[in-house]
């Protein structure tokens, strides 16, 4: 195999090895300019990055042999994908392997905050044991409201679940609440929440959403946690409100004054006046950008990477479960000339448990989850399966279905309309070369038990 992979950032040495091991060729430059990486891209199929430089039209302009780009992170704001899809590159990232650090420092800032934990560490090291100023607050029967119900807002909600708290989510993509939180609208979150955590990624409508007017639209106090990006929230509007007492208290893995690389703090020399407030004040807790970074996540984003590629390049067989683009069968649907009557006969003769739709057959993944197939005849003149001259169509279970039809998309895949959600899963359409019209199904099971 002829794959040179350049990586511009170090990562765990998982990554290197075991890209080596499958017979691509590594190299490393982790000091050059990107003007510097520019003028050598040319001889390389794959990039490996993690937030050193932007991703731009320029860059990817001298790309000219670019099959890839793998982020060793969650997000791939750095990158200008659409221009990357054009050119028929194969965008990679690894919220899998970041997302449960996220979630459980999300949380720890919430309890940490909640109960003075840094506060009253501080206090007794200089020799104050001050038990009154230090009482703390519970979770317990509180609203938690979450921005941005992706990966990461996931991951965190289903950490709340020994918690007796209400858990909202208000997301730009429709039916995506689950088990875990309930989806409801920006006013109702900001009606019922006593806490708010983030976790939108930074796009033109988040930059500064979290600002006065966002805040004051808040009706109870609350309490603020980003783990998301810095630019989501304006600092200044955030310090104004808590010394207005709308903001109870902060928890900020991540500030507006970083660097885009996150490696450094500010982008000026002269520390601005609300971060010298959040800085002094007892009621905020600081990390710096290391919510999705823990040992265990440093390994598993290199892995999630690493079966990415290997996915891209060797097929099925090598593709970690949990990456496998297909999961299951989630459906066979076919036209019949009397849907009703034939799905009577079926569950007479054949004994299925069948309703209106046809019968649904209840199995268990190899993690003991819950799924489910479906067994549906249409009606004769259906147009569902158009334009597939077939009599039948199936429908497949799939992991993260955005993704993947980003990136079928890229192989030259014909996707057939666009991703819809319901209650029970996002749904996507594509084509195989014989112009079968094939369903995918990102599904919520457990909705239609
Ligand atoms: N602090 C860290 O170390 C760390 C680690 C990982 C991810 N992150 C950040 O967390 C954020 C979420 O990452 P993710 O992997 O869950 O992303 P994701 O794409 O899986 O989920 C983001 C969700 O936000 C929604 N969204 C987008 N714009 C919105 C808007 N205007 N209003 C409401 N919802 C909106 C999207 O529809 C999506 O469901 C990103 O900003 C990412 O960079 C931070």
């Known amino acids: 195999m002829d794959i ?32 510097e990486i520019e003028a050598k891209i040319q001889s390389y199929q794959g990039i490996v990055i993690r937030s050193r430089f932007k991703i ?60 003075n934990l840094n506060k009253a560490d501080r206090e007794i090291r200089s020799g104050h044991w001050n038990r009154g100023s230090n009482r703390g607050h519970e979770l317990d029967g509180k609203t938690v409201g979450i921005i941005g119900y992706g990966n990461m807002g996931k991951s965190f909600a289903k950490k709340l679940r020994g918690f007796e708290v209400d858990v909202l989510c208000y997301d730009i993509l429709e039916n995506v609440g689950d088990a875990n939180a309930k989806q409801v609208s920006l006013e109702e979150l900001q ?29 109870k106090p609350f309490w603020a946690f980003n783990t998301s990006r810095g630019n989501n929230i304006v600092t200044a509007d955030l310090v104004a409100a808590m010394s207005a007492g709308k903001v109870l208290g902060a928890g900020l893995d991540v500030l507006e004054y970083e660097k885009l690389s996150f490696e450094t703090l500010f982008q000026d020399k002269n520390t601005p006046e609300a971060f010298q407030y959040l800085l002094k004040a007892e009621n905020v807790i600081l990390s710096p950008h290391v919510a999705g970074w823990t040992f265990e996540s440093h390994e598993r984003l290199a892995q999630v990477i690493v079966d990415k590629i290997k996915a891209k390049y060797f097929g099925e067989d090598k593709i970690a479960v949990d990456e496998k683009r297909v999961t ?26 069948t309703d209106d739709h046809g019968s649904t057959f209840w199995w268990k993944d190899s993690k003991g989850n819950d799924c489910s197939t479906q ?66 199904w990102e599904p919520i099971d457990y909705i239609f038990k």
Request: net charge negative; aromatic share 10%; with cysteine.
């Open 375 to 440: 067994w549906s005849p249409f009606a004769e003149d259906t147009t569902y399966f158009e334009p597939s001259e077939k009599q039948f169509m199936q429908n497949f279970r799939v992991h993260n279905l955005e993704n993947l039809l980003l990136e079928l998309q890229a192989e030259g895949v014909t996707i057939v309309g666009e991703m819809e959600s319901y209650d029970y899963g996002k749904f996507g359409w594509i084509l195989d070369p014989e112009g079968n019209k094939i369903e995918l």
């Open 328 to 353: 299951g069968i989630g459906g066979l649907f076919f036209k019949s000339k009397n849907a009703k009557e034939l799905v009577a006969w079926y569950g007479k003769h054949l004994g299925l448990k």
């Open 4 to 35: 040179k992979i350049l990586h511009i950032d170090s990562n765990n040495a998982i990554l290197m090895r075991q890209l080596q091991e499958l017979g691509f060729e590594n190299h490393e430059d982790f000091t050059s300019s990107k003007e």
């Open 191 to 219: 009606q019922k929440s006593d806490v708010l955590s983030l976790h939108i990624p930074w796009t033109p409508e988040t930059n500064k959403m979290v600002d006065a007017t966002f805040i004051n639209a808040f009706a």
């Open 56 to 115: 731009d039209k320029t860059f990817l302009d001298k790309a000219t042999n670019l099959q890839f780009i793998a982020r060793v992170g969650a997000g791939l704001e750095s990158i200008d994908c659409d221009y990357a899809i054009s050119k028929n590159i194969t965008l990679i990232a690894a919220p899998e392997g970041n997302r449960n650090a996220v979630a459980e420092h999300t949380l720890g800032m919430i309890l940490s905050l909640f109960n």
